[in-house]
């Protein structure tokens, strides 16, 4: 059984070697005693988010302190093909569940992406404040899934830059697929057609669009910069399924489930 797994920075993380102790205060330290009710003598995981992972004995425990020693380092080595989601915004938080069982499922990026029918619309301190909540919500289901590393949330992107970043990606080896229900082939054949030609390090990137679906317009440009279309299954997911469904089905046929 895997350890409750709590965040440290980077820099804390270089500096804790086996034998020595480390302090946890603020958010974490309460976390961990209020919530999750750690106390003396327990065994933790401390992440980083970059692949470190700190097995680690609680020393002392209080509701704004956690001392701890280190009794393991662990770095962690990522999979060849990296998954990244791209979610249209979507009402009722559906694009925020979409994005935290991503996490869990072990998406790599998530990028927001303010499509034709998106009906939820951000700008200017609306933005900034819902990029704050995806972080938030990513950091949170990192720390419930004890994920070593912790998703990029990437800045949003409107359907013009998204069709530009579709073009420099595929033109670098990476297959996106455009979940899409008038796709001729499924996500599980353009997977594997792509994975018998791909370079080591290539990803892949799954785009998902919003309640009303991606537009002709939409879907025409993406497949012109490059994008397959791909269907999954004989059902219309919702906003808030689709991404994590098709997450799984791709990571399954690339060797990591």
Do not use: Y
Not at 130 to 155: G, I
């Amino acid at each position: 059984m895997s350890n409750h797994s709590f965040v440290i920075s980077a820099e804390q993380g270089a500096l804790a070697l086996v034998g020595e102790t480390l302090e946890l205060t603020g958010a974490e330290a309460h976390h961990a005693v209020a919530v999750k009710r750690v106390s003396s003598g327990e065994e933790l995981d401390l992440l980083d988010g970059t692949g470190l992972r700190l097995r680690v004995k609680v020393l002392d425990a209080s509701k704004e302190l956690l001392r701890v020693i280190v009794l393991e380092r662990l770095q962690e080595v990522p999979p060849a093909h990296r998954i990244g989601l791209v979610q249209a915004l979507a009402k009722g938080d559906r694009d925020l569940q979409a994005v935290e069982s991503a996490v869990e499922l072990g998406v790599f990026t998530v990028r927001p992406w303010q499509a034709d029918r998106s009906i939820v619309r951000w700008s200017g301190s609306k933005t900034e404040k819902a990029m704050a909540k995806w972080r938030s919500l990513v950091r949170s289901a990192q720390k419930q899934s004890r994920r070593a590393f912790e998703p990029e949330v990437l800045e949003p992107v409107n359907t013009k830059t998204l069709s530009t970043q579709i073009r420099h990606l595929c033109e670098s080896g990476e297959l996106v697929l455009i979940l899409h229900e008038a796709a001729q082939l499924s996500v599980a054949q353009e997977t594997q057609n792509w994975l018998s030609q791909a370079s080591k390090q290539a990803g892949v990137t799954l785009v998902v669009g919003p309640e009303g679906g991606i537009s002709h317009a939409e879907l025409e440009q993406f497949v012109a910069a490059g994008a397959r279309p791909a269907l999954l299954g004989q059902h219309v997911l919702r906003a808030s399924t689709a991404g994590p469904a098709a997450l799984v089905l791709v990571r399954h046929l690339l060797g990591e489930l």
